[in-house]
Structures are given as structure tokens and as C-alpha cells.
């Protein structure tokens, strides 16, 4: 099932806005698969990683890296 190329504007109760950011291709390519396997767009498959606790997740594996590296 192909996704949707636009997201649903108030989802989750807000106006969605545009940013820019950067990342690799190898993320990019995550973020696809994912957003293919949910059937959603991009922007709700990184919306629905962050809100299930994704950056918690980044700050834990921040402090493991540092951690290693002592």
C-alpha cells in the first residue's frame, strides 16, 4: 500500500509547520521503511517515533556513548 504524500495538518491536535534539517542517507532510508511499513508519511513516521519516546532514546544512547568512551 503506497503512503500518503501529505500528512493529516491536525493529527495530533496542532498545526504541523515545515523545518529543514539534515541527516544521512542511511536515516533517510529508515525513515522510508518505516514510514512504508505504517503506511504513513515521513513526517508522521518521525512524529510517531519521538511521541513513543524516540528522543528519550537518543538521550540514553548520548549518555552510552559517552560513557564508552572513558
Same mark, same amino acid.
Given at each position: 500500500?503506497? %503512503? @500518503?504524500?501529505?500528512?493529516? @495538518?491536525?493529527? /495530533?491536535?496542532?498545526?504541523?509547520? @515545515? /523545518?529543514?534539517?539534515?541527516?544521512?542517507?542511511? !536515516?533517510?532510508?529508515?525513515?522510508?521503511? !518505516? *514510514?512504508?511499513?505504517?503506511?504513513?508519511? %515521513?513526517?508522521? *513516521?518521525?512524529? %510517531? *517515533?519521538? %511521541? *513513543?519516546?524516540?528522543? &528519550?532514546?537518543?538521550?540514553? /544512547? =548520548? &549518555?552510552?556513548?559517552?560513557?564508552? =568512551? &572513558?
Amino acid at each position: 500500500m503506497p %503512503r @500518503p504524500k501529505k500528512s493529516e @495538518p491536525l493529527e /495530533y491536535g496542532e498545526l504541523k509547520k @515545515p /523545518y529543514q534539517f539534515t541527516i544521512t542517507d542511511t !536515516v533517510s532510508k529508515m525513515i522510508d521503511d !518505516v *514510514a512504508d511499513e505504517l503506511g504513513v508519511t %515521513r513526517s508522521d *513516521a518521525l512524529e %510517531r *517515533a519521538i %511521541r *513513543a519516546g524516540g528522543m &528519550k532514546l537518543a538521550l540514553d /544512547y =548520548q &549518555k552510552e556513548q559517552e560513557s564508552e =568512551q &572513558k
